[in-house]
Nanobody, 121 residues
Framework: VQLVESGGGSVQAGGSLKLSCAGSGYTVSNQSMCWFRQVPGKEREGVAITDSEFGTSYAYSVEGRFTISKDNAKNTLYLQMNSLKPEDTAMYYC????????????????WGQGTQVTVSS
């Protein structure tokens, strides 16, 4: 199983980015998946989850600005990030689990390598 993120970069506050997480070795449509982010010295934070049974859920800090989605034909998970703020600056990771999706990073078996998002004021 391999997850490969892309789409990170540097933007100004108010801008947008779309992150991608391409999967191989498994089927994205069957997996519960989550986007996490982490800044140095802080715990990994779940920001958006998608679960085949329960749908999507977002952290309060990103709700209304971020959208998680899947393209099953491309076996890819996305995170559309709009109205970005400097506090969104972090390394972003996608993760997958065979269990029900939660915001607990310890529940996830598979991780990508991360993609950096930097938002300047």
């Amino acid at each position: 199983v391999q997850l490969v993120e892309s789409g990170g970069g540097s933007v100004q506050a108010g801008g947008s980015l779309k992150l991608s997480c391409a999967g191989s070795g498994y089927t994205v449509s069957n997996q519960s998946m989550c986007w996490f982010r982490q800044v140095p010295g802080k715990e990994r934070e779940g920001v958006a989850i998608t679960d085949s049974e329960f749908g999507t859920s977002y952290a309060y800090s990103v709700e209304g600005r971020f959208t998680i989605s899947k393209d099953n034909a491309k076996n890819t998970l996305y995170l559309q990030m709009n109205s970005l703020k400097p506090e969104d600056t972090a390394m972003y990771y996608c993760a997958a689990t065979g269990a029900t999706a939660t915001f607990d990073f310890e529940e996830y078996e598979y991780w990508g390598q991360g993609t950096q998002v930097t938002v300047s004021s």
